[in-house]
């Protein structure tokens, strides 16, 4: 069973930059047909989708986000991560990291998410 | 961007069924849309249901269903349980690569 677990600071000051790591476990992260995901819950807003990661490092971004948002990957390490550049009290937030299965459009696997508050 | 909508709250008594809409604010929802439906617990990671509009996950009872009623995709449990109470969100394809999220719905099972 694949598993994600997202890992990284909780608290970071504002117009500095949020790096998060997601590690899977259990599994390739360069299995073909899936892509990796990130996303997060704002408190008090729905979930909101921030873009995916092919294995190839091909990036699909939310295009209603600022283009602060860059996702990589590390196929050597079963990992990708999530940098947020500027990052203000806007972007606190519980953020997941998911496996899309890209065959069935369904995201299959989440980790537990890990909150990320933005304050001085 | 397009908007995502579910029902904010809703409830069942045990053993009832309810259905859970996801709607879209500049259409219909089609199954070009490949809705799917988790389920959250507070504290917890989502939990796929559904996907590609009617496909149970590995594991979901068949009690949950998913479909197209309307204009809306759907999520239907029958004979709800205590432990069904939880937050439901759906999540629709919008193509070239952008996925966009429900508010989600709180169930209240009563």
């Known amino acids: 069973q694949v598993q994600l677990q997202e890992s990284g600071p909780g608290l970071v000051k504002p117009s500095q930059t949020l790096s998060l790591t997601c590690t899977v476990s259990g599994g390739s992260i360069s299995s073909g047909g899936y892509y990796w995901a990130w996303i997060r819950h704002q408190p008090g807003k729905g979930l909101e989708w921030i873009g995916f990661i092919f294995s190839s490092g091909s990036t699909y971004y939310n295009p209603s986000l600022k283009s602060r948002f860059t996702i990589s990957i590390d196929t050597s390490k079963n990992q990708f991560s999530l940098n947020v550049n500027s990052v203000t009290a806007a972007d606190t937030a519980v953020y997941y990291c998911?496996?899309?299965?890209?065959?069935?459009?369904?995201?299959?696997?989440w980790g537990q998410g890990t909150l990320v508050t933005v304050s001085s | 961007q397009a908007v995502v909508t579910q029902e904010p709250s809703s409830s069942v008594s045990p053993g009832g069924t309810v259905t859970l809409t996801c709607g879209l604010s500049s259409g219909s929802v089609s199954t070009t849309y490949y809705p799917s439906w988790y389920q959250q617990t507070p504290g917890q990671a989502p939990r796929p249901l559904i996907y590609n509009t009617d496909t149970r996950s590995s594991g979901v009872p068949d009690r949950f269903s998913g479909s197209i009623v309307g204009n809306k995709a759907a999520l239907t449990i029958s004979g709800a349980q205590a432990d069904d109470e939880s937050n439901y969100f759906c999540?629709?394809?919008?193509?070239?690569?952008?996925?966009?999220f429900g508010g989600g719905t709180k169930l209240t099972v009563l």
């Open positions: 999540v629709l394809y919008l193509g070239s690569g952008i996925w966009v």
């Open positions: 998911a496996r899309l299965y890209s065959y069935g459009y369904v995201l299959d696997n």
